[in-house]
């Protein structure tokens, strides 16, 4: 904070300010206690596909660790925690039979959260589906709508009252760009035709959670949606083009459907062959009225036109001068503040939103020195990107909360645990957290509400 900025980043009363994590990211003992394997368990163990062979086996122990990560949250004045369950542990084969440890995990958790007056967000699913369910087809059987919609129906029965804000699924895009195109993360398959499909489970699948939570679930629910801005390299046309099947296969691919509109036209021009029409019902079903949407966001791209470019024939151009993360991801706060004004208009401005993950990749070190972990990169990001959110709120936009990606240092997914997004340090040798100078910020900004910033 600078004399002339004092106050001026106050953010509304009500703002919540929390943090983020994923269960397979940071819980370990993934088939403890009765626990069934999820495709992550599978993924992880299988050569080649993770960096340095890390696994989620015991990531940040948080299964065992959790009442001391209830504590952090407290010394981080976080008023909110973004969490995710596990489906394989709660429910070992993803139907049928409950596994009571499982469940008790998260019922403590919950419980130890409201104890401490910290709000739960809970994700119903955050990329680690049973592993017996992939068996079946996965995201690929269309019967996995219902699956979803019981698993959800379990959570929603046992936590109401005690959850009020639910999201259905952590980022389409990524579970099938990821999982089933370029086979980057779980299951690891490489289809145009089966994205296609799995895609369109996803998001029956939500619809159908949505549907069952307005039968017996109490609260609000909404999904998350990751959006990179799509910027044009050039005025060319073909850059304008390559700009538009961009946007339309990361951003539009799932929003679109979701806010009634259908899929992009552009997905018939990147998929070709691949694409391929759905009856209407599935729509009725996608585009479920919900009560909020959560952002995920990091990062820009600024598309080309490339033809050998598969499947949107564009490739980001690196923007040289501006800063990059650990992930190769540009630093670019107004282009937080563009995506939010952006979903306001695509949502029709009446869904309230939430900023559900911004964060940063930097090299920290791997233990603290003297007590402290200075990492005065991410405390730039946070800072900056915070005021980009205040930009945003000043233009009109309704964002309801922000939840700092990631709590504490974690599996970042095929990359291991060599990235690290964490406000709070993760030693991977003997599981010390300590608070890093970003985490002490965020603190002060919670605190003063924006205030300090
Ligand atoms: C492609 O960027 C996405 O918005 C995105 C970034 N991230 C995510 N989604 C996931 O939700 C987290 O599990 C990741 O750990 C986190 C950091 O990579």
């Not at 129906?153 to 929603?156: C, I, R, S």
């Not at 062959?273 to 019902?281: I, V």
């Not at 020195?369 to 972990?373: F, K, L, P, V, Y």
């Given at each position: 904070?600078?004399?002339?900025?004092?106050?001026?980043?106050?953010?509304?009363?009500?703002f919540?300010?929390?943090?983020?994590?994923?269960?397979?990211?940071i819980e370990?003992?993934?088939?403890?206690d009765?626990?069934?394997?999820?495709?992550?368990?599978?993924?992880?163990?299988?050569?080649?596909?993770?960096?340095?062979?890390?696994?989620?086996?015991?990531?940040?122990?948080?299964?065992?660790?959790?009442?001391?990560?209830?504590?952090?949250?407290?010394?981080?004045?976080?008023?909110?925690?973004?969490?995710?369950?596990?489906?394989?542990?709660?429910?070992?084969?993803?139907?049928?039979?409950?596994?009571?440890?499982?469940?008790?995990?998260?019922?403590?958790?919950?419980?130890?959260?409201?104890?401490?007056?910290?709000?739960?967000?809970?994700?119903?699913?955050?990329?680690?589906?049973?592993?017996?369910?992939?068996?079946?087809?996965?995201?690929?059987?269309?019967?996995?709508?219902?699956?979803?919609?019981?698993?959800g129906?379990?959570?929603?029965e046992?936590?109401?009252?005690?959850?009020?804000?639910?999201?259905?699924?952590?980022?389409p895009?990524?579970?099938?760009?990821?999982?089933?195109?370029?086979?980057?993360l779980?299951?690891?398959?490489?289809?145009?035709?089966?994205?296609?499909?799995?895609?369109?489970?996803?998001?029956?699948?939500?619809?159908?959670?949505?549907?069952?939570?307005?039968?017996?679930?109490?609260?609000?629910?909404?999904?998350?949606?990751?959006?990179?801005?799509?910027?044009?390299?050039?005025?060319?046309?073909?850059?304008?083009?390559?700009?538009?099947?961009a946007?339309?296969?990361?951003?539009?691919?799932?929003l679109?459907?979701?806010?009634?509109?259908?899929?992009?036209?552009?997905l018939?021009?990147?998929?070709g062959?691949?694409?391929?029409?759905?009856?209407?019902?599935d729509?009725?079903?996608?585009?479920?009225?919900?009560?909020?949407?959560?952002?995920?966001?990091?990062?820009?791209?600024?598309?080309?036109?490339?033809?050998?470019?598969?499947?949107t024939?564009?490739?980001?151009?690196?923007?040289?001068?501006?800063?990059?993360t650990?992930?190769?991801?540009?630093?670019?706060?107004?282009?937080?503040?563009?995506?939010?004004?952006?979903?306001?208009?695509?949502?029709?401005g009446?869904?309230?939103?939430?900023?559900t993950?911004?964060?940063?990749?930097?090299?920290?070190?791997?233990?603290a020195?003297?007590?402290?972990?200075h990492?005065?990169?991410?405390?730039?990001?946070?800072?900056?990107?915070l005021?980009?959110?205040?930009?945003?709120?000043?233009?009109?936009?309704?964002?309801?909360?922000?939840?700092?990606?990631?709590?504490?240092?974690?599996?970042?997914?095929?990359?291991g645990?060599?990235?690290?997004?964490?406000?709070?340090?993760?030693?991977?040798?003997?599981?010390?957290?300590?608070?890093?100078?970003?985490?002490?910020?965020?603190?002060?900004?919670?605190?003063?509400?924006?205030?300090?910033?």
């Open positions: 904070m600078t004399t002339e900025t004092a106050g001026k980043y106050l953010f509304p009363e009500g919540l300010w929390g943090a983020a994590t994923a269960a397979y990211q370990g003992s993934s088939m403890a009765g626990a069934g394997a999820s495709i992550w368990d599978r993924f992880s163990h299988t050569p080649g596909n993770m960096k340095d062979g890390d696994t989620g086996d015991v990531a940040c122990d948080h299964y065992k660790r959790w009442r001391e990560d209830i504590q952090l949250m407290k010394r981080l004045n976080l008023q909110a925690y973004r969490f995710s369950v596990s489906w394989s542990r709660v429910m070992p084969e993803g139907r049928g039979a409950i596994n009571p440890k499982g469940i008790d995990f998260y019922d403590r958790l919950v419980d130890g959260l409201l104890e401490q007056g910290i709000e739960p967000l809970c994700t119903l699913y955050h990329w680690d589906l049973p592993a017996a369910l992939d068996d079946r087809g996965g995201w690929l059987n269309p019967d996995i709508a219902d699956w979803f919609a019981d698993y129906q379990v959570l929603f046992k936590f109401k009252g005690r959850v009020k804000t639910w999201g259905t699924i952590n980022e895009w990524v579970i099938v760009d990821g999982g089933y195109l370029h086979g980057a779980a299951p690891g398959h490489r289809s145009a035709f089966e994205a296609m499909i799995a895609g369109h489970n996803v998001l029956r699948a939500h619809g159908a959670a949505v549907k069952r939570f307005r039968q017996v679930g109490e609260g609000k629910i909404g999904i998350v949606l990751n959006i990179e801005p799509k910027y044009p390299a050039s005025d060319k046309p073909e850059d304008e083009a390559a700009r538009r099947r946007e339309a296969q990361m951003n539009r691919w799932f679109d459907p979701l806010m009634g509109r259908g899929y992009p036209e552009e018939k021009d990147v998929y062959e691949a694409y391929r029409e759905f009856p209407q019902e729509f009725d079903l996608i585009a479920q009225p919900t009560d909020w949407m959560g952002l995920n966001w990091y990062t820009r791209a600024v598309p080309e036109n490339a033809p050998d470019a598969w499947p024939r564009s490739r980001p151009v690196k923007q040289v001068q501006h800063a990059h650990e992930t190769g991801w540009e630093v670019n706060p107004p282009a937080l503040t563009d995506t939010l004004v952006w979903l306001h208009e695509q949502t029709g009446k869904l309230p939103l939430m900023v993950e911004n964060g940063s990749a930097w090299y920290d070190p791997p233990h020195i003297d007590g402290r972990i990492d005065p990169m991410r405390v730039e990001y946070l800072k900056n990107h005021k980009a959110l205040h930009d945003a709120i000043g233009k009109g936009v309704d964002v309801r909360g922000y939840m700092a990606w990631s709590l504490l240092d974690n599996l970042e997914w095929s990359l645990y060599s990235k690290r997004f964490g406000i709070t340090h993760v030693n991977f040798q003997t599981q010390e957290r300590t608070i890093k100078d970003s985490g002490l910020l965020y603190a002060e900004v919670i605190k003063t509400h924006g205030g300090v910033l």
